[in-house]
């Protein structure tokens, strides 16, 4: 098979790694790519939101599946061009990526069919945004949500309510992401661990993934701005056989059953963010994608051939046996830009790259890099992952942490308490 993978960070380097261990790739595109995705497949320049080039590329290479990482393509419809061309092609399409794209539709999709969720209020002025935060409906802290997509950023975590006017007005005055800002939600804040549970689904069945932990804030201790994920373990230490199953049946199934019936089906990987609350897991969020870094450690595990099981989900007969796991404890550390997730530089050379690589099971997949004359240079926020899979958290951790000395590059930085298990804030 000619596969296309669309996207340009870690997530997808680690979907690219294990796409071609599959036998029933030939060829593997990805676009636009990055350093180290080229040294696995061929890289189109491609922007990953030019869909009428991509699916022209599509077309002229007669691939026979396209797989997007990225939620943006997914949102602005690629999906519905390329089945328009009768192009296989893995994901959600544009009515069912709405779950990821409006937090105002996730919301009150959840309320509508009572799955779980923290209380919340939809503004779409500021003045009405302040009269909430102000009617004392909500204690503090609160959460403040752009509705659209802001690359993981337009949420703010507000202890006070000088916090929460500043972050309206970011959002809603100065519209720091644009159009995104037009609505917020503005909710109540759920105290517990976070979880990452992320599902495969053809619209009616489902094949879980292996759970993650992901540590999203920028800084040791969970300190600092929210970040796309600063690392990931898994499986997450924090999930027993019964919260499992509850899982599964008061949020999975009924989100999937739900938008079937809403006529929204979801053909996809389907990412519920939660909060372990006292009163049970509560969504957070959706995302109608892949994490990142979670795939990263979740491909680390997987034993089933992904060719097979997306396909399966395109052709609305997901795998009816399931993915084959390893037990072992994988890891990823992301090692990030200088100023991240703020303004940060681009450019800067990587070294000791070639010498972590030697590492026996180290995996390092590459986010922001590009690939000048022989050499790397960061090209993002976050620059690579460096990644381990071991028969304990112990030994991964160790085997990832004794290796990043390795590897350098001006500004560097990462979080050191990866995988270290915390009491809840
Ligand atoms: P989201 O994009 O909605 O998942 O939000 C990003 C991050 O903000 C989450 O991973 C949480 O760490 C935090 N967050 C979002 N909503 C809430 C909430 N209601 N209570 C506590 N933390 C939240
Ligand atoms: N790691 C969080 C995300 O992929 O949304």
New binding site residues.
């Given amino acids: 098979m000619k596969i296309l993978l669309v996207g340009a960070g870690g ?1 997808e380097h680690a979907l690219a790694w294990k796409i071609v261990q599959s036998p029933h790739c030939q060829k593997l595109y990805c676009a636009p790519g990055n350093g180290g995705m080229a040294r696995i497949a061929e890289v189109v320049p491609i922007e990953d939101t030019n869909i009428s080039l991509l699916a022209r590329f599509a077309e002229e290479k007669k691939i026979d599946l396209t797989v997007v990482g990225p939620e943006v393509p997914l949102a602005l419809g690629i999906v519905d061009e390329f089945e328009r061309r009768g192009l296989k092609i893995y994901g959600p399409n544009k009515k069912a990526a709405e779950i990821e794209k409006s937090k105002v539709f996730a919301k009150e999709f959840m309320e509508r069919h009572r799955i779980p969720t923290g209380r919340f209020r939809v503004a779409s002025r500021a003045e009405e945004a302040l009269r909430i935060l102000n009617s004392g409906e909500f204690e503090f802290p609160l959460v403040v949500k752009a509705d659209g997509l802001a690359a ?1 950023k337009g949420v703010v975590v507000c202890a006070n309510v000088k916090r929460a006017e500043d972050a309206i007005n970011e959002i809603m005055v100065k519209k720091k992401f644009g159009p995104s800002g037009e609505r917020v939600v503005i909710e109540e804040f759920l105290k517990g661990r976070e979880l ?1 549970f992320i599902v495969l689904t053809d619209g009616t069945r489902v094949q879980p993934l292996v759970t993650t932990m ?1 540590h ?1 804030a920028a800084y040791d201790g969970d300190k600092g701005p929210n970040t ?2 600063m690392g ?1 373990i898994s499986p997450s230490p924090f999930i027993s056989e019964k919260l499992y199953a509850q899982i599964m049946d008061t949020i999975i199934f009924p989100t999937v059953t739900r938008l079937l019936e809403e006529g929204r089906r979801f053909k996809g990987t389907l ?1 519920a ?1 939660l909060m372990l609350t006292s009163e049970g897991p509560k969504v957070l ?1 959706y ?1 109608c ?7 990263q450690v979740q491909m680390l595990r997987m034993e089933s051939d992904l060719v097979e099981v997306l396909m399966s989900a395109v052709t609305e007969d997901l795998l009816k046996d399931e993915i084959k796991w390893s037990s072992k404890v994988s890891g990823c550390v992301v090692l990030a830009s200088g100023g991240y997730p703020g303004s940060y530089e681009k450019g800067k050379l990587i070294r000791g790259l070639e010498e972590a690589e030697k590492v026996p099971g180290l995996v390092i997949f590459h986010a922001g890099t590009s690939l000048a004359n022989g050499q790397y240079y960061t090209n993002g926020g976050r620059v690579l992952n460096v990644c381990a899979s071991e028969e304990t958290l112990q030994q991964t951790m160790k085997k990832i942490y004794d290796s990043i000395p390795l590897i350098n590059f001006d500004g560097m930085f990462y979080r050191k308490d990866i995988g270290a298990i915390k009491e809840v804030r």
Avoid: W
Avoid at 289 to 295: I, Q, Y
């Fill in positions: 997530r993981g990452s992901d999203k796309g994920g990931a990412y963010g969020e995302n994608r892949f994490g990142d870094p979670e795939t």
